[in-house]
């Protein structure tokens, strides 16, 4: 039977590592969560809440010898309060990045990786030049790198890029995917509808916040209508029925939805944006569209607030991101029902917070 350390990633390498060093009542555990000064950890005997010891801060040298997401830790659990972590266990892999301030310094942002993908758009986006400096990022790090070349039907010969880009990344498997193709489309229902929603629905449960999973397909929550024949197997939606989604929160859940819905028997893959922007609109409140930067951007400056035809203009003369471009659509349809609507940096909890309590945050899109 598989314990819980082993489905979190615990082997034989960690175990002769925790046993050079440690001993009972001290146990291994993973960091799964990085708060400020605090961690959320995964032991045998559950997830809890952590600190770094004081011997652990005094020796630290460098914020690097701090633990990160994804490493293996010496806790001691405590009865009463928050364990303690006392030792970091040699990594296997690392990402860092530089800290933030005047002196440069390592941050570790994620270790002990084993797969990392590196997902490119065979669209106006691609670049192969990004693309190369994030595998020199990823062979750095220590873990194996993959490529996915994902919308491989805009372009005539996906074939000539994958060639172009293995080129570039000797031993590196490099695939070309689209939501076009029916065995694709299997893939993305699996892991949107399966592994992914699954993790979220455990995530918030260990936060104290009970959640169901489901996909649109559920209950009729999304109807869908298929975009294009030559797109594939890819949709649009046509109406949102929010009675399910209703019933769940009224007993107290959260409810998590795949961007995966029903046209006529079959099962399409769908933009998440406009799934968020759609269910929204038909059930209003707050709408908070989580993207990888500080908000929408024009002429380099970062707008505190974005009406519609402000949207509008930048959809029509190409200044939005080609991965901006489907939030925009979807704040517009939801903002248009009442919603208030923000595009924010989903990386920055600070954000959010502020965002949550109606305070400025992120870029607001309004109707007028």
Known sequence: MTSRLQQYGWNDRFAASFDAVAAAPRVPARIVLEHTHIYRVVAEAGEMLARVSGRLRHRAGERSDFPAVGDWVVLEPVADGDARIHAVLPRVSRFSRRAAGDVTEEQVVAANIDIVFLVG???????????????VVAW??????????????LVDAPADFVRDVAAIAPGVDVHAV????????????????????????????????????????????????????????????VAVDPSLLGTIIGVGSTPVVASVGACDGALLNVNADEVAGAIAAARGGLLLLCTDVAGVARDGQVLDRLDANGAEQMLADGSASAGMRPKLRAALVAAAA???????????????????????????????
């Open 121 to 135: 758009g065979l669209d106006r986006d691609f670049n192969p030049r990004r693309l190369e400096r994030y595998l």
């Open 178 to 237: 689209s939501a076009r193709d029916p065995a694709t489309l299997e893939v993305v229902v699996a892991v949107l509808g399966g592994l992914v929603n699954t993790r979220i629905v455990a995530a918030l449960a260990a936060a104290g916040r009970p959640a169901v999973g489901l996909t649109g397909a559920d209950g009729g929550v999304l109807r869908l209508g298929r975009r294009e024949p030559a797109l594939g197997e890819v949709g649009e939606v």
């Open 338 to 368: 009442g919603c208030e609507v923000r595009i924010v940096d989903g990386r920055s909890a600070s954000d959010l917070e502020r965002a949550l309590r109606g305070e400025p945050a992120g870029t607001m899109v309004t109707a007028a």
């Open 140 to 153: 750095e790090s220590g873990a194996r790198a993959v490529v996915l070349l994902n919308k491989a039907d």
